[in-house]
Structure formats: C-alpha cells, structure tokens
C-alpha cells in the first residue's frame, strides 16, 4: 500500500496508510473524522442520482460498507477515492433500480457525440484544452459580485442540472468538489480519456449559457 495524502486532516494520522490501520483496529475517533471530512460531500453526490432521502440512505450504507470491508482495502487508490467508488456504485445500482438513470460516465462519451459549443473555443494559446483563451463578452464591465450573485448561482445550478448524467458526474467533482483529474478518474472508474472530453463537454455547456446570460 502507498503511502498517499491523508484523507482526512488531522495530525494523528499523516498517511492513508496510518488512517487505515487506525479503522483496521477499530479506532473510533479515526472513523469519526473520515466521516465528518467525506459525509457532506457524499451525499451531494449521490443527489445526483437519488432523491435526497434515498441519497442519505445511500450514503449510510457507505458506511456500514467500509467499516466491513477496510481490511480488504488494497490502497490501489487513496481511500477517500475508494469510498465515493463504493458510494457512486450503489447510488447507480439504486437509480437504475428505480428507473431513474441517466448516462453515466463510465458508460462513455460516445452517447453524447455532440459537444454543447465548438470545442475550440475552450484552448488556450498558452494553456492549451479546457482553458478560456478570453472571458466572454462584458465580463471586465462587470463588478465581481454581480458574477457571483444569486441568480448567476442559480443559473449555473439549472445549467448543471441539464448536463447529461455523464458530464455532470465528472463537472461537479472536478469544478465543484476540487477534486484532480486522477482522483475522479478512480472514484468514477473511467479512463483519463473519457474524463477530459466529458469535462470538455460539460465545461462548454456551462460556458454557453453564461455567455448568453452575460450578452443578454
């Protein structure tokens, strides 16, 4: 097992690997901190796929998950990514269930063949893909908390919420959760390939509806 960042921050336990031998033996304050680091953003995540009742449950049943399984925990990935892959797995088992699915990312890119906006309106000369080259029209007229008021949050939200399930797994724990390129690659099971052309994709639909707001 590598020694990865810890999940969780606290100076108890600097690795993955101290962290996991601390639940291995039963340490209730080291569970007690990996939940209070990942339960909130657990569960936003499984609302993408769930109501919010069913994504509690989902979440709950996460845990019980990892609390039987740590010992079989191979650290082929940190543990934080290995506990949203055994959440984002039942959440999918559920919403399939139900009838309720959407395309998820690791079903990939080529059901959506159509990018939301040309694809060569997000490189950047310097940066190169997945970079704004200019802000759109306006942007430098406008103060900053105009930007980030409530309607331009809710319209990025409605925005989100239309993305194709795929697009919109990857996009909220990319742009919303922080999360690296590696990381959601293994918590989502998809290949780096797949990863870049559904943030490409999702990132592009974002930016079209800002643009036609900002021009209005």
């Given at each position: 097992m590598s020694a990865r960042t810890p999940t969780v921050t606290d100076p108890r336990w600097h690795t993955d690997d101290e962290l996991v031998t601390a639940l291995r033996a039963g340490d209730t304050e080291a569970f007690r901190a990996l939940v209070d680091a990942?339960?909130?953003?657990?569960?936003r995540l499984a609302r993408m796929y769930l109501s919010t009742a069913v994504a509690e449950e989902v979440v709950q049943d996460t845990w019980l998950a990892v609390v039987r399984s740590i010992d079989a925990f191979e650290g082929r990935?940190?543990?934080k990514t290995w506990v949203f892959r055994?959440?984002?797995n039942r959440a999918r088992?559920?919403?399939?269930?139900?009838?309720?699915s959407?395309?998820?990312a690791t079903e990939g890119p080529g059901l959506d063949t159509h990018p939301a906006v040309d694809p060569d309106r997000l490189v950047h000369p310097e940066l190169g893909a997945h970079y704004w080259p200019e802000p759109p029209a306006r942007w430098d007229l406008r103060p900053e908390r105009e930007l980030m008021s409530a309607e331009v949050r809710s319209l990025i939200a409605d925005a989100m919420q239309k993305l194709p399930g795929a697009q919109r797994e990857v996009v909220t724990m990319?742009?919303?959760e922080g999360w690296s390129?590696?990381?959601?690659c293994e918590a989502l099971g998809i290949s780096a390939v797949n990863q870049r052309v559904l943030l490409h994709r999702g990132r592009?639909?974002?930016r079209a509806a800002l643009e036609e707001y900002l021009d209005d």
């Open positions: 990942l339960h909130a953003p657990l569960v990935s940190s543990l055994v959440m984002v088992t559920i919403a399939r269930r139900e009838a309720r959407v395309p998820f990319r742009d919303v390129s590696e990381e959601t592009s639909a974002l």
